[in-house]
């Protein structure tokens, strides 16, 4: 962005030195760790702040403003569109040190925490209480319920009990003016202005930094079931899809693997069977009337162009279930070291015409994509998989990209489901959205972030230069 100093000034230095002691760091291994997330993007921050308190952060936002120093917010670094790497330098905030959980209410269904909090550590401490929060990402272990928020991000229980966005109640966020704003609260109907709640999640650092959440928790449940189902191809998976949506009980999850998948775990030793597609179906009650909602959801699996059905009532069983979802990730880097994983999403009567799209481009640009996801949501994952040290190969790669994210939009889908838009995604966004709406967003990120410091160049793209 122009007009944004690339080395930070002394003053700012000295500033925030003072206030944050051993968190503020400008030493070469902390700017180099800081610099990075899962999309393999990398650029050196001017300096990392790890604040304690939001009172630091808001500290921090003033001083970066009065210098137009750019600042980027950071969870655990596991995203996937280098949302969260500075790549105009500026100040880094690390969450690290902000990760209590400051309250677990459960008279109230919901829990107070600060943004570093890992969303694993969050999901045992509400065991006890017998509650869970639902969003699940497979990073879940690692990343934290910052960046959760900050992506919107799912995972395959978001087809039963919706993304990061569905389940948070209020937020504490300090805006690119350094000031602390309060919305949402400890209860689930609102209708009290508004909703910058769910405004806020989801805009990936851009209009202002997460210092306090209250998460909407939900009943962990008494029982679990599982069934696996094999297709002829996928619009007889797709077909099944619908019929299984269209149950009283939603299932937990309801996944997809396409054809390709399937290949590769064969390849690598996985128990599945030859198919054009497989459906992964979880479901959820108590002990009376799990069984009653697992036939159910059988019968809906049943139809034309079913090979094959599995089903699994008991713990091992559904872990047999899963086996194969779970190493299909690890079993992608056996084809070729390079992977562009795209979260794309299209409605799910249109997921037969995504697949049959991927394939006639994996063919045309002579690359193996394998596509596979949360199904219920029409969430896929399409992998394009390369070899990084091959030129070609990655100059096609880079190719199929954009006809992939073309067909998505023919199809009445868009761009992400859960990863969000960073840098990876932002040029297509003025494909996705006509200028009008992309212009009411800008009007949007000015009025939370008038200076434009608050992660710069992220998620929206550059005004397009006029013709003529």
Same mark, same amino acid.
């Given at each position: 962005?122009?007009?944004?100093?690339?080395?930070?000034?002394?003053?700012?230095?000295?500033?925030?030195?003072?206030?944050?002691?051993?968190?503020?760091?400008?030493?070469?291994?902390?700017?180099?760790?800081?610099?990075?997330?899962?999309?393999?993007?990398?650029?050196?921050?001017? =300096?990392?702040?790890?604040?304690?308190?939001?009172?630091?952060?808001?500290?921090?936002?003033?001083?970066?403003?009065?210098?137009? @120093?750019?600042?980027?917010?950071?969870?655990?670094?596991? /995203?996937?569109?280098?949302?969260?790497?500075?790549?105009? /330098?500026?100040?880094?905030?690390?969450?690290a040190?902000?990760?209590?959980?400051?309250? @677990?209410?459960?008279?109230?269904?919901c829990?107070?925490?600060?943004? /570093?909090?890992?969303?694993?550590?969050?999901?045992?401490?509400?065991?006890?209480?017998?509650?869970?929060?639902?969003?699940?990402?497979?990073?879940?272990?690692?990343?934290?319920?910052?960046?959760?928020?900050?992506?919107?991000?799912?995972?395959?229980?978001?087809?039963?009990?919706?993304?990061?966005?569905?389940?948070?109640?209020?937020?504490?966020?300090?805006?690119?003016?350094?000031?602390?704003?309060?919305?949402?609260?400890?209860?689930t109907?609102?209708?009290?202005?508004?909703?910058?709640?769910?405004?806020?999640?989801?805009?990936?650092?851009t209009?202002?930094?997460?210092?306090?959440a209250?998460?909407?928790?939900?009943?962990?449940?008494?029982?679990?079931?599982?069934?696996? =189902?094999?297709?002829?191809?996928?619009?007889?998976?797709?077909?099944?899809?619908?019929?299984?949506?269209?149950?009283?009980?939603?299932?937990?999850?309801?996944?997809?693997?396409?054809?390709?998948?399937?290949?590769?775990?064969?390849?690598?030793?996985?128990?599945?069977?030859?198919?054009?597609?497989?459906?992964?179906?979880?479901?959820?009650?108590?002990?009376?009337?799990?069984?009653?909602?697992?036939?159910?959801?059988?019968?809906?699996?049943?139809?034309?162009?079913?090979?094959?059905?599995?089903?699994?009532?008991?713990?091992?069983?559904?872990?047999?279930?899963?086996?194969?979802?779970?190493?299909?990730?690890?079993?992608?880097?056996?084809?070729?070291?390079?992977?562009?994983?795209?979260?794309?999403?299209?409605?799910?009567?249109?997921?037969?015409?995504?697949?049959?799209?991927?394939?006639t481009?994996?063919?045309?640009f002579?690359?193996p994509?394998?596509?596979?996801?949360?199904?219920?949501?029409?969430?896929?994952?399409?992998?394009?998989?390369?070899?990084?040290?091959?030129?070609?190969?990655?100059?096609?790669?880079?190719a199929?990209?954009?006809?992939?994210?073309?067909?998505v939009?023919?199809?009445?889908?868009?761009?992400?489901?859960?990863?969000?838009?960073?840098?990876?995604?932002?040029?297509?966004?003025?494909? =996705?959205?006509?200028?009008?709406?992309?212009?009411?967003?800008?009007?949007?990120?000015?009025?939370?972030?008038?200076?434009?410091?608050?992660?710069?160049?992220?998620?929206?793209?550059?005004?397009?230069?006029?013709?003529?």
């Amino acid at each position: 962005m122009a007009g944004m100093p690339t080395t930070l000034p002394d003053s700012l230095h000295d500033e925030l030195a003072a206030l944050l002691g051993d968190g503020w760091q400008t030493d070469a291994a902390a700017r180099q760790r800081h610099g990075e997330d899962d999309s393999r993007r990398h650029a050196l921050p001017g =300096a990392v702040a790890l604040p304690r308190t939001r009172e630091q952060v808001a500290a921090i936002v003033r001083a970066c403003r009065a210098h137009r @120093v750019p600042v980027v917010a950071r969870g655990a670094g596991t /995203g996937t569109t280098g949302a969260a790497v500075p790549t105009l /330098g500026g100040v880094v905030v690390s969450f690290a040190r902000m990760n209590r959980i400051v309250d @677990v209410r459960p008279a109230d269904r919901c829990a107070v925490v600060e943004p /570093g909090t890992l969303n694993g550590e969050l999901q045992q401490a509400l065991a006890p209480h017998g509650l869970f929060w639902p969003p699940d990402p497979s990073s879940a272990d690692r990343c934290t319920v910052g960046g959760n928020l900050a992506t919107n991000a799912g995972g395959p229980r978001a087809v039963r009990y919706g993304t990061a966005r569905d389940n948070v109640l209020g937020l504490v966020a300090v805006t690119g003016t350094g000031e602390l704003v309060r919305c949402g609260g400890a209860y689930t109907k609102d209708s009290t202005g508004y909703d910058l709640t769910h405004l806020i999640v989801g805009s990936e650092g851009t209009l202002a930094l997460i210092v306090e959440a209250t998460l909407k928790l939900a009943p962990r449940p008494r029982a679990q079931a599982g069934l696996r =189902a094999f297709y002829r191809d996928a619009s007889s998976a797709a077909a099944a899809v619908s019929r299984l949506m269209n149950q009283p009980a939603t299932p937990t999850a309801l996944e997809f693997m396409d054809r390709r998948s399937l290949a590769l775990l064969r390849h690598n030793g996985s128990d599945v069977p030859e198919a054009g597609a497989m459906l992964l179906v979880e479901a959820e009650g108590d002990d009376d009337t799990l069984p009653a909602t697992l036939s159910a959801m059988a019968t809906a699996a049943e139809g034309d162009g079913l090979l094959d059905l599995d089903v699994a009532q008991d713990g091992i069983a559904r872990d047999r279930l899963w086996a194969a979802r779970r190493a299909l990730s690890p079993a992608l880097r056996t084809i070729a070291p390079g992977k562009i994983n795209e979260d794309v999403v299209v409605p799910v009567s249109r997921i037969p015409d995504l697949v049959a799209g991927v394939e006639t481009l994996a063919d045309e640009f002579a690359l193996p994509i394998v596509a596979f996801g949360h199904a219920g949501n029409g969430n896929l994952h399409v992998n394009l998989m390369y070899r990084p040290d091959d030129a070609a190969e990655t100059a096609r790669a880079n190719a199929a990209l954009p006809r992939l994210f073309a067909l998505v939009l023919s199809l009445g889908g868009t761009l992400s489901g859960e990863h969000g838009i960073g840098l990876s995604k932002r040029d297509y966004m003025a494909d =996705a959205f006509t200028p009008a709406t992309l212009e009411l967003m800008r009007a949007v990120k000015a009025a939370f972030d008038p200076d434009g410091i608050l992660n710069p160049g992220k998620v929206l793209p550059p005004r397009r230069a006029s013709a003529g």
